[in-house]
């Protein structure tokens, strides 16, 4: 059985798996009392009150190592409900992709499999429901360098609305798999509301778009499910290529920056309808290899990261709503990051410090850096090695190969004629890459994995022994 992280104690020695730290279940966020929070979460809590004097009208919430760190901002600010916008979006995305681990629905499916043609609207005939998921299924042409530009499709009206219906037909036609349920706003409030302990999350049901109501300390279960690729509690709720293709590019084409309903952090040829990308700290999503999965059509990264070569794959990946509201996920460090209304908060010594959406990750990095062993609060050489995805001092668990290259039938698989990925290798001795506060330092030995350019895997990250790790 796996084991809770909330509120648990300290940790044993040796790698965790990661069905020993897939989620909290349904029970309530215990916070990690103040004078814990230096040793359990790796981050000073004298410079996260100093965070919470700039961030006083945004609430936020810090989520690492599965535990609640720290939540801030106006009182009860992270724990009352508010309409959270196109964070819904990436709710929708979740949603997909746990009715498509229960039933015969893929992402590859031609949209028409599932929808009439004469309820189609704009959408292009020829469009899969991964073109949906992307927001391109209405281009004109829909192959590789043709799609022109993106754009955001803002109330669900033009395209992604149609995914309720699809996920309606799903549940309809093969009720055997969804037992007690019988359309998705039930299924939501079932499988993911209840499931996971979201008391303060609802969803209508009739638009993917921004009409669901949520909390700051319920959107970081969200998080958390992201950064453990789709397991809670021990049971996988979501294919992890799936939440792969979350959180990498679909289309690099015409936005570097969004896999299924969710951004990803690119350096260029991006598009946010709300923020923009963190150049200053935060690491490029990019896949290992070009061409990728599902359609194997990009040759490149189409300048999503300036980088080569990255040793590992761990891009930040984001859900944003209007007016600040957002969801950030750094697998490299173990960490989610929350934040409602973070458009309303000012410095008046750093205006620049709230632009986009890198407002609380700003504020709070401090605190991370003072406490991290292999930086000790040196900021600029943190963010130089953490930005170019060298530095991943807490990556649980990588993403297997069949996440990562999710090669088709015909095209080498694990161990078939390519190099092993980041979650094929085994350990390897003398590579210090630092280590939770109070642990032992993990060994790693990263290789390169292709990033910018076209090319073949060189290799990937090696996880060995992570130390003493602090599960709370």
Same mark, same amino acid.
């Given at each position: ?9 300290? +940790? ?184 996971? +302990? ?53 289309? +690099?084409?015409?936005?570097?920056? *969004?896999?299924?309903? /969710? ?8 598009? *946010? ?15 290992? /290899? ?20 990255? /040793? ?147 290799? +990937? ?12």
């Amino acid at each position: 059985m796996a084991v809770g992280l909330i509120g648990a104690t300290a +940790g044993a020695a040796g790698a965790v798996p990661v069905d020993d730290v897939a989620g909290p279940g349904a029970e309530p966020w215990v916070p990690v009392p103040r004078d814990e929070v230096a040793e359990r979460c790796g981050l000073d809590p004298d410079l996260m009150e100093q965070a919470d004097a700039i961030l006083i009208a945004t609430p936020y919430t810090v989520v690492r190592y599965g535990q609640l760190c720290w939540s801030g901002g106006y009182p009860t600010g992270t724990t009352a409900t508010h309409q959270v916008w196109s964070i819904t979006k990436t709710l929708g995305a979740v949603l997909v992709g746990m009715v498509a681990a229960r039933s015969s629905l893929d992402e590859t499916d031609p949209i028409t499999g599932w929808v009439d043609e004469g309820d189609l609207g704009g959408i292009n005939p020829d469009a899969s429901v991964a073109h949906v998921l992307a927001m391109t299924a209405t281009k004109e042409d829909l192959s590789h360098g043709e799609k022109g530009a993106w754009s955001y499709d803002t109330f669900g009206d033009r395209e992604i609305n149609v995914l309720v219906g699809v996920m309606n037909r799903v549940i309809e036609q093969e009720p055997d798999a969804f037992p007690g349920v019988t359309n998705i706003a039930e299924f939501a409030q079932v499988e993911v509301f209840d499931r996971m +302990g979201m008391a303060g999350s609802s969803w209508p049901g009739q638009s993917i778009a921004g009409t669901m109501f949520s909390t700051s300390e319920d959107l970081a279960r969200i998080g958390f499910l992201l950064l453990r690729r789709g397991v809670w509690d021990g049971e996988a709720l979501l294919d992890e290529r799936f939440v792969y293709r979350m959180t990498h590019p679909a289309f +690099g084409d015409t936005n570097t920056g *969004y896999g299924y309903l /969710t951004y990803v952090n690119a350096a260029e040829n991006w598009t *946010y309808s709300t923020g923009t990308s963190d150049l200053t700290c935060s690491p490029y999503a990019t896949w290992p /290899t070009y061409p990728h999965a599902p359609f194997f059509e990009a040759p490149d990264a189409n300048g999503g990261t300036p980088f080569d070569e990255v /040793t590992h794959d761990v891009g930040m990946a984001f859900a944003a709503g209007a007016g600040g509201q957002r969801i950030s996920v750094h697998r490299g460090l173990d960490l989610v990051i929350t934040a409602r209304d973070g458009v309303v908060s000012t410095d008046p010594d750093d205006p620049g410090l709230f632009e986009g959406h890198k407002s609380i990750w700003t504020a709070i990095r401090p605190a991370l850096v003072a406490l991290d062993p292999a930086f000790e609060g040196d900021e600029d050489a943190f963010c130089e090695a953490y930005q170019r995805s060298a530095y991943a001092p807490d990556l649980l668990d990588p993403w297997s190969a069949s996440a990562s290259q999710a090669a088709p039938a015909d095209q080498p698989h694990a161990g078939e004629d390519r190099a092993p990925t980041e979650g094929e290798r085994g350990p390897a001795p003398d590579q210090d890459q630092g280590a939770r506060p109070g642990t032992a330092a993990p060994t790693r030995d990263p290789l390169p994995v292709t990033g910018g350019g076209a090319g073949v895997l060189l290799g +990937g990250l090696v996880l060995a022994a992570v130390g003493l790790r602090r599960r709370a």
